[in-house]
């Protein structure tokens, strides 16, 4: 029997992140007692662990239920998939929040590895069932005029394509590959506006660079995600079956990807 609240949280919110346990679901302690081997006690103090997260809400006589689903996003992809027949169909919104062309900071050529004197700033927040999801912040390589390019990313709006639709649409080339890293900070004051989270709570900086075939990039951003709604999913996106929500009551469990 385990006697360990840590252990039995990772359990919990697992069952949360891969669809077992859908939004809205009663969490009885007698049930999670016999489903995973653990401590009356260890159960409980998981539960107030995963409500100071803000994953489940505790109600004196009510109960401990399910307060939102967990977000998966794979890594090397903008957001969900919310594509026609994918995982978050129909759940996502994408609000462009800027789009304007400013001349390229050292960081961002030096990592571009272009001589390239401006780029494309285009500043979004991606809504999942209405609320804020992430905040991202993208410096694309284009000779496209800021309505043109911004025309472009409307028009990907509407059913949200994957990855490599969405990029020949931006870029006129071919997608290849991208390669990112995943840390996790405290929000800062405006993102934490945006996001409708309290300043200083932690959240996913993803750093995420794109390219062309022939390894060239064409964007590299910075996402913050909100930590208490979002898993990212590493792999090979690329050939990795769909996600299901954890929102789609019945969903099958998500396995890990394999290697």
Do not use: W
């Amino acid at each position: 029997m385990s006697t360990s609240p840590r252990h039995v949280y990772e359990l919990i919110r697992s069952m949360i992140r891969r669809g077992t346990m859908p939004h809205d679901t009663l969490l009885e302690e007698t049930n999670l007692v016999s489903r995973l081997g653990a401590s009356r006690n260890a159960v409980r103090r998981a539960l107030q662990m995963l409500a100071d997260d803000g994953v489940v809400v505790r109600q004196r006589r009510a109960g401990t239920n399910v307060a939102h689903d967990i977000v998966a996003v794979r890594d090397g992809e903008i957001g969900p998939r919310a594509y026609p027949g994918a995982a978050d169909e129909g759940r996502l919104r994408v609000v462009t929040l800027e789009c304007r062309r400013i001349t390229a900071p050292e960081p961002v050529r030096a990592a571009l590895g272009q001589e390239v004197d401006s780029v494309v700033l285009l500043e979004q927040v991606g809504y999942v069932g209405g609320s804020p999801l992430y905040l991202r912040v993208g410096y694309c390589v284009t000779d496209l005029d800021e309505a043109a390019f911004l025309r472009r990313i409307e028009a990907n709006h509407v059913d949200y394509p994957p990855v490599p639709v969405v990029f020949r649409s931006l870029f006129d080339v071919p997608y290849g590959s991208s390669s990112s890293v995943v840390e996790a900070i405290s929000c800062q004051e405006r993102a934490a506006e945006l996001l409708g989270i309290p300043v200083g709570a932690p959240v996913l900086l993803r750093e995420l660079m794109t390219r062309t075939t022939d390894g060239t990039p064409r964007e590299m951003s910075f996402t913050h995600f909100r930590g208490d709604r979002v898993a990212v999913f590493g792999g090979d996106h690329a050939h990795l079956p769909p996600v299901r929500s954890a929102s789609e009551e019945g969903a099958p469990e998500i396995g890990m990807p394999q290697p």
